[in-house]
């Protein structure tokens, strides 16, 4: 069995198997493990959705983050001061208190807030032209890189084998077009002999299933990321905190504040580059909603990636044009957030058991059977 991807999709599949018994497992990573999307992540993690899916695996995933470390072994510096969604618009107040609504049926605590609670929670917002906030307490942030670690640890531990600097090439099949099955997954290291293949390769999941003859519609969406020097006032309780209409985001990272915000037109593809323009972007959004923010000093920065689908949602199933390829993919963002719920899900799918919640919306066949299912709360 192989699995696609050292990102924390791959590394919490890869673990999952192991621990399910699920025979040989090699994980193939092009670079080293935690060095794609999952390592430019803002880290934030959230139950705040639309969908009842999404909600379900993220609820899963922050259970499983709260004792990652006691679990694990790995201090993922998980912060839980809260998600703060700000809303200008009766559109989206609308669509919020849906959700809202449908998030507290699930058992979350999450909220609506008055204007005046917005300015309590998060005195640094300028309120202006808000007309509410949507608020999970539970919600909150945590270091990718160390998940990653915590999960490729317990792979190998499990007797998964860890493949660095192994790039897919191709893949070996048999059968006639319809009813083809894998016997080989090829690599820059050679080929490895399977029968079993998950794609979990983030933004290249696309790149992947050409190569195997299996459509999944991903496509990369570059987003940058700055992290500021340490500031002098406390961050202690700020909630991570993003402004709906324009996906501006702010939250505390060590001593500083991270920030993160899409560029003035979506630049899709593979370029990681950064761009000098993009920091002109934040600077109008930081003095626009959070001025008291607007002395900051950049520490570093980087750009990462996005895999993006059609409708927002991720992509969890296995292919019926290929026997043996299962693929999760596609998260449109909330990846890094989904990653150890999801990694139970396939695993569980891979070994013939009942996983927890029911992901079957979420093939990729839906496009052709119900179309778009939209996920309405992504920034």
Known sequence: MVVIGGGVMGASIAANLAERGAGTIVLVERDVPGCGSTSKAAGGVRCQFSDEVNIALSVRSLE??????????VDIDLVSNGYLFLLDSPESVAVFAANVALQQRMGLDSRMLTVAEVAELAPFVDTTGLLAGAFNPGDGHCTPESVVAGYIAAARARGVTVRKSCEVTGFATRGAAGKRTITAVETSLG?????????AAGAWSGLIGEMAGVDLPVTPLRREIMVSEPVGFD????????DFATSYYVHPEGPGLLFGCPDIEDRWGFDERRDPEWLFRLSELI?????????VEVKRGWAGLYEMTPDHNALIGQALELDGFTYACGFSGHGFLMGPAVGEV?????TGRTPFVDVSPLSKDRFAATGLRKELNIV
């Open 64 to 73: 499983i983050l709260r004792t990652f470390e006691a679990d694990y072994g």
């Open 191 to 199: 080929p490895i002999t399977c029968s079993q293949v998950v794609c």
């Open 235 to 242: 961050t202690s309780t700020m909630p991570f905190t993003i």
């Open 287 to 295: 003095d626009q909603r959070t001025p008291d923010l607007a002395d």
């Open 346 to 350: 396939v695993a569980d799918m891979m």
